[in-house]
C-alpha cells in the first residue's frame, strides 16, 4: 500500500519564482534583490495529503561527500538561516487534485555580515484515506522531499567565487578534471560542452550545486564525438539564483 500511495502521490515539488511565469528547479533561492520564495506542493492524488514543513542541515567534506550530523547538529547548522527567515504555513492540508504555496521570506537583521546561509526543507506529506480518518489512524510519513534554501546577506559582488580546473586527463573519448571551489559563496547551475566560439553541443550535467565547505569536487564525462575537436567544458551559473558567473575548461582536440 505504501508502494502504491508514493507512485500515486508524485507530489509535483518545485519552486515558483514570484515574478516568474515559468516554474524552476528544486531549489529556494532568497538575498535583499529576492526577498520572497514560493514553493507549491501539488496534490495528484484522489486522497488529501496532510504536510508539514521541517528544516534539516547537510555538510560536506573536502571533496564534496555528506558528513553523517546527529538531529541535534543539524539543529544547530540550521539555526543562523532559520533566525533570518520567515515561513507560512507549518502544516497545512492539500485537497485532492489540489495545491498549496509555502511562503518563505528573507528577514533582514540590522548591521548583518555579510555571508551565505543554507539549510534544507523537508515537506513530509501523508495520504489520508476515508476509512483512516474515521479510525483516527497515525500515519507513517509518505513522502519527504528535502529542498535547498540558500540566503544571502550581501549583494554578489561583494561576495567571491571561483572555480579552477586541475588535474585535467583525457583518455579516449573521456575526459576527467577536478573542479577547485575557492569563496565564501556556492555556485548553482549546469555543465555544458561548448565548441570554442560558445555553440552549445551537449548539457552534461543541470542543477550542480557547489558550497563553500567543498573545497573540490572530480568529474568525468564522455566526449562522444566531440573527443578530437578543440571544445570547452562550461561552467554556468543560474540567474535565478544569485549569480552568473562562466568558468572554462578547454580541451584540445589532440593530446
Avoid: W
Avoid at 524552476?24 to 514560493?38: A, E, V
Avoid at 573536502?62 to 543562523?80: I, M, R, W, Y
Avoid at 573540490?216 to 564525462?221: M, V
Avoid at 554556468?236 to 539564483?241: F, H, T
Amino acid at each position: 500500500m505504501q508502494k502504491r500511495v508514493i507512485i500515486g502521490l508524485c507530489l509535483a515539488l518545485m519552486t515558483l519564482k514570484l515574478n516568474a511565469a515559468s516554474f524552476g528547479t528544486y531549489r529556494i533561492y532568497l538575498d535583499n534583490k529576492t526577498p520572497q520564495d514560493k514553493f507549491v506542493v501539488k496534490n495528484r492524488t484522489v486522497f488529501p495529503e496532510q504536510c508539514e514543513v521541517s528544516f534539516s542541515y547537510r555538510q560536506y567534506t573536502d571533496n564534496g561527500q555528506v558528513v553523517k550530523l546527529t538531529e541535534a547538529e543539524q539543529a544547530s547548522f540550521s539555526k543562523s538561516t532559520l533566525d533570518r527567515i520567515r515561513f507560512s504555513p507549518r502544516k497545512f492540508t492539500i485537497q485532492p487534485k489540489s495545491s498549496q504555496y509555502v511562503s518563505f521570506k528573507y528577514r533582514r537583521q540590522i548591521n548583518d555580515n555579510p555571508a551565505e546561509y543554507r539549510t534544507y526543507v523537508n515537506f513530509t506529506c501523508t495520504a489520508i484515506k476515508e476509512k483512516q480518518r474515521q479510525a483516527g489512524v497515525s500515519f507513517a510519513p509518505a513522502l519527504v522531499h528535502a529542498v535547498p534554501l540558500v540566503l544571502r546577506t550581501a549583494p554578489e559582488k561583494s561576495m567571491m567565487l571561483n572555480l579552477s580546473f586541475l588535474k585535467t586527463k583525457k583518455q579516449g573519448k573521456t575526459v576527467s578534471f577536478r573542479v577547485k571551489h575557492a569563496g565564501d559563496r556556492s555556485f548553482v547551475g549546469d555543465i555544458h560542452l561548448m565548441t570554442e566560439n560558445g555553440t552549445t553541443l551537449k548539457t552534461l550535467q543541470r542543477n550542480l550545486a557547489l558550497y563553500p565547505d567543498m573545497n573540490y569536487k572530480d568529474f568525468s564525462f564522455s566526449l562522444g564525438t566531440h573527443h578530437n575537436k578543440n571544445i570547452k567544458i562550461v561552467f554556468q551559473e543560474n540567474s535565478l539564483y544569485g549569480g552568473n558567473e562562466l568558468f572554462e575548461l578547454p580541451l584540445r582536440g589532440a593530446y
